[in-house]
């Protein structure tokens, strides 16, 4: 083999070797076919996708069926055909799937293949599922509403007691 042709395939594993590294600290990756969008279109979702903590990478579908081998992603080799865009979240699990789903919707070009979601391949219905899922602010909050309503209960049963004592006659 001349050294030509052993430098390509460095380069090849390299860049599979990142791909694994971004499965492997995501918390979700939404597979996407993106032929169609305009140039606008694509700015808009990346605007969007980035200001969410996520990233959006455009990436050879066969480094990316490499990768999910490597990883342990089976059954991903079939949406990884096609101009195939990957986004891919560290952190909130329910942005890539929400965000992706939202632009699906307003752009008929747009069209969800597949993922994967803690560490589980994940299907397009799975995937839809996620998207209607509140964003984590949202999640918080509605924790937070949760966790004050014990406390709320009894303010409320205290503030009663209070006054059915104010009522009582004096002796």
Request: net charge negative.
């Amino acid at each position: 083999m001349n050294q030509m042709s052993e430098a390509i395939l460095a380069q090849k594993a390299a860049a599979v070797d990142k791909i694994v590294k971004q499965f492997e600290a995501a918390t979700s990756a939404v597979v996407v076919n993106y032929r169609g969008l305009t140039v606008d279109e694509v700015t808009e979702l990346r605007k969007e996708l980035r200001e969410s903590g996520v990233k959006m990478e455009v990436l050879k579908n066969t480094y990316l069926r490499r990768a999910a081998d490597i990883s342990g992603y089976e059954g991903l080799d079939d949406i990884f055909k096609g101009p195939t865009a990957i986004a891919f979240s560290d952190e909130d699990a329910v942005a890539p799937a929400r965000i992706m789903a939202k632009y699906a919707d307003k752009f008929d070009a747009l069209e969800i293949k597949g993922g994967f979601i803690e560490g589980k391949v994940a299907t397009l219905d799975q995937i839809l599922e996620l998207a209607k899922l509140p964003d984590r602010d949202g999640m918080l909050s509605m924790l937070l509403s949760v966790l004050q309503a014990p406390v709320r209960n009894v303010a409320y049963a205290v503030k009663a007691v209070a006054e059915a004592k104010d009522e009582e006659p004096a002796a």
